[in-house]
T-cell receptor, first 106, second 117 residues
Framework: AQRVTQPEKLLSVFKGAPVELKCNYSYSGSPELFWYVQYSRQRLQLLLR??SRESIKGFTADLNKGETSFHLKKPFAQEEDSAMYYCALKTDKLIFGTGTRLQVFP | EPEVTQTPSHQVTQMGQEVILRCVPISNHLYFYWYRQILGQKVEFLVS????????KSEIFDDQFSVERPDGSNFTLKIRSTKLEDSAMYFC???????????????FGQGTRLTVV
């Protein structure tokens, strides 16, 4: 079965604290994974994709095939990072997780 | 920067009524998608559309749903007889040639919130 799991609905941290948003997937093929972000009242935007191995806005995510995970990390959270974060698995469509709301307090 | 646009931003309709949600994908994109998100739940795939026909649809996309590209720019989702459980945020997305099979990105609209009363 193709599935994406984000176990945390809400993650609250203080500014400057490290952040890790968890994502696990289930897929029999070679996975391609993405993180999408949705800021308040805005559209879903691509944050990063695992094949690019890039860091966007200080966020990184490493695909761990052994653990079937693609956790999103940032060493020092900023208030402007507050948003909904969705992990997504790409097949012929995007399969999304339930999302994690990140709240960064000043 | 080109964007996917959706109208209206919020639609309230009575149960049993027909509703049409409109999307204008990015102009040179060829693959189009509808997703929905019931409040508090995950973003779910409804349907993909390419070359004027449905490529794939989920089990959610039953006979009450239809999609159309009536004029080469708009991409619409019609719900024939709305039910209370159709209340959700509906997102349109588009991708360039090759769709998600290639190394492309899906661009999402800002969503239409449908409330069925």
């Amino acid at each position: 079965a193709q599935r994406v799991t984000q176990p945390e609905k809400l993650l609250s941290v203080f500014k400057g604290a490290p952040v890790e948003l968890k994502c696990n997937y289930s897929y029999s093929g070679s996975p391609e994974l993405f993180w999408y972000v949705q800021y308040s009242r805005q559209r879903l935007q691509l944050l990063l994709r695992h094949i690019s191995r890039e860091s966007i806005k200080g966020f990184t995510a490493d695909l761990n095939k052994g653990e079937t995970s693609f956790h999103l990390k940032k060493p020092f959270a900023q208030e402007e990072d507050s948003a909904m974060y969705y992990c997504a698995l790409k097949t012929d469509k995007l399969i999304f997780g339930t999302g994690t709301r990140l709240q960064v307090f000043p | 920067e080109p964007e996917v646009t959706q109208t209206p931003s919020h639609q309230v309709t009575q149960m049993g009524q027909e509703v049409i949600l409109r999307c204008v994908p990015i102009s040179n994109h060829l693959y189009f998608y509808w997703y929905r998100q019931i409040l508090g739940q995950k973003v779910e795939f409804l349907v993909s559309f390419y070359n004027n026909e449905i490529s794939e649809k989920s089990e959610i996309f039953d006979d009450q749903f239809s999609v159309e590209r009536p004029d080469g720019s708009n991409f619409t989702l019609k719900i024939r007889s709305t039910k209370l459980e159709d209340s959700a945020m509906y997102f349109c997305a588009s991708t360039p040639l090759g769709g998600l099979r290639l190394n492309t990105e899906a661009f999402f609209g800002q969503g239409t919130r449908l409330t069925v009363v």
